[in-house]
Each structure stands twice: as structure tokens, then as C-alpha cells.
């Protein structure tokens, strides 16, 4: 079957009036940036995103699977093939389990359902942008709550089980160990598994507690993070570097405020890039490559991104970057911190 007939029979089964085509993925990334996809599906139901999965597979059309599109970068020129939204958003608590379909969002949706049955163990993850599949395929994680933040949490911790579809299309309940979790890393990125749902086994807290966690988490992000909806980004661009921090090199080179195009890495926080509007993934993936290569050459140390990359891409944008200044008023919590540290010592 050449590729108009296979995309006309996604189109049949999948339903003419749910199959889009030539639809710009950019809106669907909190990046905001990226070209179109041939085919667009959103699947409403964990049963409709296994009927989707197994149909791209059975008639050889490539797919991606799209979350939030927190953690990805669509290329200029989009992804040939399906592009497969997961929209599957049921969530049910019985006890102290929750069980969640995997398209489900993780905050508010997840953790508001969560916090309200009395059920603790996800507000940590507040106001991260994710799936619940996608939290599985990068073992979500943050900080431990205040005063300590002692460690990083992740919700292996709180996983209980889940129902993936595998790559040979067979739909199995699996295990914790299943996933192999590491720090940005589950099974999930060397194998075409899909997680259709997951099984959260959480413990009885008090609301109070939970907001309190949660306003801290908050308010924490709030002084390190760009705001998503003006200055839309990707999250950390590169791994963490233990007892390092791949944004302080970044820092200590000088390189904040660094730009091709659009794409500027973000005075607020040196390990994150910004779309100031039209980015385009030729840019980003050009300064990704200035910042590894200048780090590499001043201090020794070789990042490595944390991100996926999806679709086609154009070269990347090579050269030296346009410096913007800081903007006026911008305040870092560094600093933030060490003026309260002053002011507690005069
Ligand atoms: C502003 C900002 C702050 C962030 N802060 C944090 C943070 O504090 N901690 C942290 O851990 N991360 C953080 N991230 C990264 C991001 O939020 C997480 O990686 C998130 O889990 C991505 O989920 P998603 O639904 O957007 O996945 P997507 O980006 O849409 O997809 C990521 C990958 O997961 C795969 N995938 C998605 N769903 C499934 C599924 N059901 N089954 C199998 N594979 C699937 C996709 O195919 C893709 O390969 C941040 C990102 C941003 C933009």
C-alpha cells in the first residue's frame, strides 16, 4: 500500500471526522515551537489509544505518542506519520489507590483529585507540566518538601502498578520493576511499550499539610521558572550534573542571555532556553550544540540533554549568538537568597 492509501485507511478506521492532517504540533509542546504533522489523533480513552497505537503498527505507519509535550522538540519540518495526542483522562480512587489513565494531567487534574480524597504522596509534582505517561517515561521528580529538601523525590515512589500495551500489541499489568526507574529514565526509553494506565498507591494526610507542601513547591518554581505561558520552554535542557549543576557551568561561562533567533538562553535560569516567539528547533538545536561545546571547552565537562527529539529537522543554526542584557528587574533566587542571608546578618 503506498502512503495515501495507508493514511486514507487511519483516516477510515480511526474516524474521517478525528483524523486531522497537516496539523502544527507547536501548540501541543510547551515550547511552542515545531512543524506539522502528516496525520493528527486524539485519543479520548485508554482503549482508543490502544486501538490507534495497534493500527499505526499493524499498517507500518510511524506514530508518536504526545503528552503534554513537555519534555519533547518537534523538528521544523513535523513528523511524517501519526501524530497520536493522549487525551485518556479517567481517573478513579478507591481507598487509598488511584487509579489514572494516562493521558491524564498531572497537575491540577491528578493531584487536586488526589489532595481532596485526603491522599498524599503526588503533591510534590505540583506545577510540572506532564502526563501521567509521561511522568512514567521520565520518572517524575522534585525536590523534598521544605524546610530539609533533603533529596529528590520521584513517583516510582507512589507507583503501584500499571497497564502498558507492548510492542508486539499485547495489553499486560506490570510491576514496579518493570519500569527499571533511574533518575530521567524508565524502561520506557528503549522500549515501544505504551502505558495505557497506572495505579498510584498513596497514604491518608491531613489537606492542610498537603496545600502547605504544594504553596512552598509553588512558590519555589516560581522564582527558578520561566513562566510557561510567556516565555514557554522545555524545561532543563541538559542532566543534572551531580554536585555540579549543568546551569551553573553554563553560568560560570558567561553564556545567559545567549541567542540564535528566537531561542535565548534565560537569564532566570541557565540550564533552561526560552521561545521569545517565532523559535524555530534550528535555533534551539544550534544553541544547544554552542552551549555543549563551549562548556566542553572551558571547563572539561560534556552535557548531555535531557529531552526528546520528534520529526524532521533542518540544520541546526551555527555561528556566533547575539547576546541579549538582562532584563531589568529580573532578580534570580540566588540572589534573592543571598540578600535575605545579608540582611539576616547585619
Ligand atoms: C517548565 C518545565 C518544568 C519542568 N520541571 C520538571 C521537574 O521539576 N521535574 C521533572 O521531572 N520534569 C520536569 N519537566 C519535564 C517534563 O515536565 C516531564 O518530563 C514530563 O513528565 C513530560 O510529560 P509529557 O506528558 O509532557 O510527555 P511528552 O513530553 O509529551 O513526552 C515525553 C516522552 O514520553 C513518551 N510518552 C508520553 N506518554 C507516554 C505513554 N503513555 N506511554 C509511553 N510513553 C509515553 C513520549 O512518546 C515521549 O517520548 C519540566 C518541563 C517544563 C516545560
Given at each position: 500500500m503506498n502512503?495515501?492509501?495507508?493514511?486514507?485507511?487511519?483516516?477510515?478506521?480511526?474516524g474521517t471526522?478525528?483524523?486531522?492532517?497537516?496539523?502544527?504540533?507547536?501548540?501541543?509542546?510547551?515550547?511552542?515551537?515545531?512543524?506539522?504533522?502528516?496525520l493528527?489523533?486524539?485519543?479520548?480513552?485508554?482503549?482508543?489509544?490502544?486501538?490507534?497505537?495497534?493500527?499505526?503498527?499493524?499498517?507500518?505507519?510511524?506514530?508518536?505518542?504526545l503528552?503534554?509535550?513537555?519534555?519533547?522538540?518537534?523538528?521544523?519540518?513535523?513528523?511524517?506519520?501519526?501524530?497520536?495526542?493522549?487525551?485518556?483522562?479517567h481517573i478513579?480512587?478507591?481507598?487509598?489507590?488511584?487509579?489514572?489513565?494516562?493521558g491524564?494531567?498531572v497537575?491540577?487534574?491528578l493531584?487536586?483529585?488526589?489532595?481532596q480524597?485526603?491522599?498524599?504522596?503526588?503533591?510534590h509534582?505540583?506545577?510540572?507540566?506532564?502526563?501521567?505517561g509521561?511522568?512514567?517515561?521520565?520518572?517524575?521528580?522534585?525536590?523534598?518538601?521544605?524546610?530539609?529538601?533533603?533529596?529528590?523525590?520521584?513517583?516510582?515512589e507512589?507507583l503501584?502498578e500499571?497497564?502498558?500495551?507492548?510492542?508486539?500489541?499485547?495489553?499486560?499489568e506490570?510491576?514496579l520493576?518493570?519500569?527499571?526507574?533511574?533518575?530521567?529514565?524508565?524502561?520506557?526509553?528503549?522500549?515501544?511499550d505504551?502505558?495505557?494506565?497506572?495505579?498510584?498507591?498513596?497514604f491518608?494526610?491531613?489537606?492542610?499539610?498537603?496545600?502547605?507542601?504544594?504553596?512552598?513547591?509553588?512558590?519555589w518554581?516560581?522564582?527558578?521558572?520561566?513562566?510557561?505561558?510567556?516565555e514557554?520552554?522545555?524545561?532543563?535542557?541538559?542532566?543534572?550534573?551531580?554536585?555540579?549543576?549543568?546551569?551553573?557551568?553554563?553560568?560560570?561561562?558567561?553564556?545567559?542571555?545567549?541567542?540564535?533567533?528566537?531561542?535565548?538562553?534565560?537569564?532566570?535560569?541557565?540550564?533552561?532556553?526560552i521561545?521569545?516567539?517565532a523559535?524555530r528547533?534550528?535555533?534551539?538545536?544550534?544553541l544547544?550544540?554552542?552551549?555543549?561545546?563551549?562548556?566542553?571547552?572551558?571547563?572539561?565537562?560534556?552535557l548531555?540533554t535531557?529531552?526528546?527529539?520528534?520529526g524532521?529537522?533542518?540544520?541546526?543554526t551555527?555561528?556566533?549568538?547575539?547576546?541579549?542584557?538582562?532584563?531589568?528587574g529580573?532578580?534570580?533566587?540566588?540572589?534573592?537568597?543571598a540578600?535575605?542571608?545579608?540582611?539576616?546578618?547585619?
Amino acid at each position: 500500500m503506498n502512503l495515501h492509501a495507508t493514511y486514507q485507511t487511519v483516516c477510515r478506521t480511526l474516524g474521517t471526522e478525528r483524523v486531522r492532517r497537516n496539523v502544527p504540533l507547536a501548540p501541543y509542546t510547551t515550547m511552542k515551537l515545531g512543524g506539522p504533522a502528516d496525520l493528527y489523533y486524539e485519543a479520548g480513552s485508554a482503549e482508543e489509544l490502544s486501538a490507534s497505537v495497534k493500527l499505526a503498527r499493524t499498517l507500518g505507519v510511524p506514530f508518536f505518542l504526545l503528552g503534554c509535550g513537555a519534555n519533547v522538540v518537534v523538528g521544523d519540518r513535523g513528523f511524517r506519520g501519526l501524530v497520536i495526542r493522549n487525551m485518556a483522562r479517567h481517573i478513579h480512587v478507591d481507598g487509598t489507590r488511584i487509579t489514572a489513565e494516562s493521558g491524564t494531567i498531572v497537575y491540577p487534574d491528578l493531584i487536586e483529585t488526589a489532595v481532596q480524597a485526603g491522599l498524599s504522596g503526588l503533591e510534590h509534582y505540583v506545577g510540572i507540566p506532564s502526563t501521567v505517561g509521561g511522568a512514567l517515561w521520565q520518572n517524575l521528580h522534585f525536590l523534598a518538601p521544605p524546610p530539609k529538601r533533603e533529596r529528590t523525590m520521584f513517583i516510582e515512589e507512589v507507583l503501584a502498578e500499571a497497564t502498558v500495551l507492548t510492542e508486539s500489541n499485547v495489553i499486560r499489568e506490570v510491576g514496579l520493576d518493570y519500569f527499571k526507574f533511574g533518575y530521567d529514565y524508565s524502561i520506557l526509553h528503549v522500549c515501544d511499550d505504551i502505558v495505557l494506565s497506572a495505579v498510584f498507591n498513596l497514604f491518608p494526610a491531613s489537606e492542610a499539610y498537603m496545600r502547605s507542601v504544594m504553596h512552598a513547591n509553588l512558590t519555589w518554581r516560581a522564582l527558578r521558572h520561566p513562566p510557561l505561558d510567556s516565555e514557554p520552554s522545555v524545561g532543563s535542557i541538559f542532566k543534572k550534573i551531580e554536585g555540579i549543576g549543568a546551569g551553573r557551568l553554563i553560568d560560570e561561562c558567561g553564556l545567559k542571555g545567549a541567542s540564535y533567533g528566537d531561542i535565548t538562553v534565560t537569564h532566570r535560569h541557565a540550564n533552561i532556553m526560552i521561545n521569545q516567539g517565532a523559535g524555530r528547533a534550528a535555533d534551539l538545536q544550534g544553541l544547544i550544540e554552542y552551549v555543549r561545546d563551549y562548556v566542553a571547552r572551558e571547563t572539561g565537562y560534556r552535557l548531555e540533554t535531557e529531552i526528546d527529539f520528534v520529526g524532521e529537522f533542518d540544520p541546526p543554526t551555527t555561528g556566533n549568538p547575539v547576546y541579549h542584557p538582562r532584563p531589568a528587574g529580573l532578580v534570580t533566587a540566588e540572589e534573592l537568597a543571598a540578600r535575605r542571608k545579608a540582611s539576616m546578618t547585619q
